[in-house]
């Protein structure tokens, strides 16, 4: 009988480490760990220190300037917080220096995704995802005040005038966040829950618990639930549509935009193969999404910065029947790690991260020519 019973427990086991390891299997490639890597460089690519964490970057409809998200996460990781600024970086002028334009912010200053709102009439609005309390990555001590917020910052003379600040239940675990207009705005919640345990199963489950929030002004409304790790969202230009990045599904799913009301009927879901991010969107319309070749070999770098974790950008043409998904820049890791956006204009290309002390400003052929 003892024998018997034993037998039965040996096969169990069996059986459940066959199903565990086909799961990290299945898992493995899933998040991309077979992928290959090839190198792909467009132009003349060349880094740009100074800006530690330049996890989004927006560049502005002129091309002239760019703005740069910047907060040091490893240094939050390691309990001694500095800290985060926004950039701005000339792109009009050879050998630029990036200049900190919130130079008196302090350790309760942490940006993440941020967004540009450009007027009919001039006006210059930047609308920016802070963590003041806590995020993916740690969180400061002491801190008394709302764990998120989106603050609101109009520019003037080229400054940085901090007009508003917004807050509520609903920014469970905000991400990125795009511009209806001067007070209005869309933001992606990355997560449904708070850190803990059962963050980590929404990520390693790849559980539909995150959301879009609207601010219409006056209040927050959830208009998007059932997402999967949601991180990038943008706008077409005409604001009929929303876009919004699935980072573990690897997927962009695209909306229809009910302009009273904020509310998102979904059109379709396209698959864009690798871990994306952040959405910018150029001139003619095209998406330029930036993102992780290999998510666990993300996650292993965000733990150890030695580790190489490859980067992708892609360029997303889209019409009403079809769309092409077109890689841009590939890297194994040694140039950029983490790649979490890419803004393109006019033959420049900007790629900024996660962890990384600097951006990459790549110059294609033509603009270099065009330059000289």
Known sequence: MWSKLVSRLLVGAGIVIALVLAWGLWLAAEMGEFRQVQNLHPGECVAVPGMPGGEDITIHPRGHLAYISSDDRRSVMRGEPIPGAIFSYALDEPQARPVN???QAGVDFRPHGIDLFVGEDGQEVLFVVNHPGESLFGAPEGQTGPAHTVEIFDIE???????RTVSGPLMIS?????????????????HGTRPGWRRELEDYLRLPWASVVYFDGEELVEVLDGLTFANGINMSADGRRVYVAETTRGTLREYIRDADSGALE???????GFGVDNIEVDADGDLWIGGHVKLLTFVRYVDNPEVLAPSQVVRVRLDEGDYRVETEFMDDGALLSGASVGAWHDGRLLIGSVFEDHIIDCRSETEIAAGE
């Open 174 to 190: 905000p991400n990125d966040v795009v511009a209806v207009d001067a007070e209005r705005f869309y933001f992606t919640n990355d």
């Open 266 to 272: 979904h059109r379709r879901t396209l698959d864009m």
């Open 157 to 163: 003379g080229g400054e940085l005038v901090h007009r």
């Open 101 to 103: 334009l919130t130079p």
